[in-house]
């Protein structure tokens, strides 16, 4: 069983900064690529940012350098860096990772339940 688990949503002012983590625990093999999403209150899901492991990142236009994917190797965390936030950025994000699990070389998405950013005006 392979979870994945995203965390470090809050409230925030406008302006402000937050930085969100997904990590993946279980039986794995290895991670190709981790995305994050977002869904704005009465909106659907869009894609905010990727990257797979031997690539490089892509962002959607509304994040582009404001936001940033980095990781943290000694523990594996995955992090989505986001600066200069408006309220339209409010919305609940979740991460998708790609995982191969232990024996396999296919990798499946998992996905993570979602963390709530507010940004208040």
């Known amino acids: 069983q392979v979870n994945v688990v995203e965390s470090g949503g809050g409230l925030v002012q406008t302006g402000g900064s937050l930085r969100l983590s997904c990590v993946a625990s279980g039986s794995i093999s290895r991670i190709y690529a981790v995305f994050w999403f977002r869904e704005r209150p009465g909106k659907q899901r869009e894609g905010v940012a990727g990257a797979s492991m031997s690539g490089n990142p892509h962002y959607a236009e509304f994040v582009k350098g404001r936001f940033t994917l980095t990781v943290e190797n000694a523990s594996n965390k995955h992090y989505l860096e986001m600066n200069e936030l408006s309220p339209d950025d409010t919305a609940v994000y979740f991460c998708?990772?790609?995982?191969?699990?232990?024996?396999?070389?296919?990798?499946?998405?998992?996905w993570g339940k979602g963390t709530l950013v507010t940004v208040s005006s």
């Open positions: 998708k990772m790609v995982i191969a699990t232990t024996g396999t070389d296919i990798g499946r998405d998992y």
